[in-house]
């Protein structure tokens, strides 16, 4: 399936036009986690696959936060919004994407419930 489908399927922008005020990818982050603020949140719309946004790379399209793809595991690194934005499984003829939390607002990371 095509791209252009794939957003229809989603029915919104994958990444929104705040994504330009998320700040750089910075190696040098460090200190607490709880503190750490998450920009932008994503989910598959089937299980319980999420992933947060603390800083992103406009570029590259890489995004560095947490991800939780099995629960209970979650780790933080870097993905590609890009693959999160391409991916669709077909399973049992339903299709399963990945959906930017139309509702979130900045929150440190601290504050969210897991």
């Known amino acids: 399936m ?3 489908k794939i957003d229809r399927l989603r029915g919104h922008k ?3 036009a ?4 998320i700040p750089a ?3 040098d982050t460090e200190g607490a986690t709880d503190d750490i603020v998450i920009h932008l949140r994503y989910f ?3 299980g319980a696959a999420y992933w947060l946004v ?7 399209e890489i995004a ?5 793809v ?3 595991f979650g780790e933080w690194g870097s993905f590609s919004l890009r693959e999160l934005r391409e991916l669709l499984v077909v399973k049992s003829g339903f299709p399963v994407i990945v959906e930017r939390d139309r509702m979130w607002t900045p929150t440190r990371f601290g504050d969210i419930p897991r």
């Open 14 to 16: 994958f990444l929104p």
């Open 44 to 46: 598959a719309n089937v």
């Open 2 to 4: 095509d791209q252009t």
């Open 54 to 60: 603390a800083q992103y790379d406009p570029e590259t």
């Open 70 to 72: 099995i629960p209970g």
């Open 64 to 68: 560095w936060g947490f991800a939780e």
């Open 25 to 27: 990818i910075d190696d």
């Open 18 to 21: 705040s994504a330009r005020d």
